[in-house]
C-alpha cells in the first residue's frame, strides 16, 4: 500500500490465500486491506496515538438510517454522554475529495448531529467544526486533540 499523509504507525497485516488483510484494534479482528481500508486504519490510529482519543470511545463501520436509506459510516468518535464528537468519511487515495464527497458526510450528519466533520482520502484532509444555529460549517487547519 502507498505511504499516506499521516505520521508512520505500525501494523499488524497478515496474508491468507493471495489476499492481505489489516487488524482493527476497534473491530478487534482483521479485515480486507482495500485501499480504503488502509486510510481508514491510519485515520484511527492517528486519533488514539496521536490527538490521544480513547478506543472506546471510536465506533468504525457501522449502519444509520439517511432518510430511511441504510449508510454506512467510516469512523464516529463519540462523547462520554455518547452524542456524537466527530464523524469522518475516507476515500481511497485515488479519489478526489469534491464536493459530492462532502456533501455525503454533511447529509449524515443531518441525523447523527456530530460536532466535527473529517473527510480524508488518506493524501488530503478536511476537518470543520458543525455551526448548527446559522447552519454552516467553519473548516479548521487541524482535527482537534481530545479533551473532556
Excluded at 480524508?120 to 486533540?145: A, Q, R, S, V
Aim: aromatic content about 14%.
Amino acid at each position: 500500500m502507498q505511504p499516506l499523509n499521516f505520521p508512520k504507525y505500525s501494523f499488524r497485516l497478515k496474508s491468507n490465500e493471495n489476499s492481505l488483510y489489516i487488524f482493527d484494534g476497534i473491530r478487534k479482528k482483521f479485515v480486507s486491506l482495500q485501499p480504503e481500508e488502509w486510510v481508514r486504519q491510519h485515520v484511527v490510529h492517528f486519533l488514539v496515538f496521536t490527538k490521544k482519543y480513547p478506543k472506546s470511545l471510536i465506533n468504525v463501520e457501522k449502519q444509520l438510517k439517511v432518510n430511511k436509506l441504510k449508510k454506512r459510516y467510516d469512523v464516529v468518535v463519540f462523547k462520554p454522554d455518547g452524542s456524537l464528537h466527530l464523524l469522518v468519511e475516507c476515500k481511497a487515495p485515488e479519489v478526489k475529495i469534491t464536493q459530492n464527497v462532502f456533501d455525503q458526510i454533511a447529509q449524515y450528519n443531518y441525523t447523527l448531529k456530530s460536532d466535527y466533520l473529517m473527510v480524508t482520502n488518506g493524501m488530503e484532509h478536511y476537518c470543520c467544526k458543525m455551526d448548527f444555529e446559522n447552519e454552516k460549517y467553519l473548516f479548521l487547519k487541524e482535527i482537534p486533540d481530545f479533551s473532556r
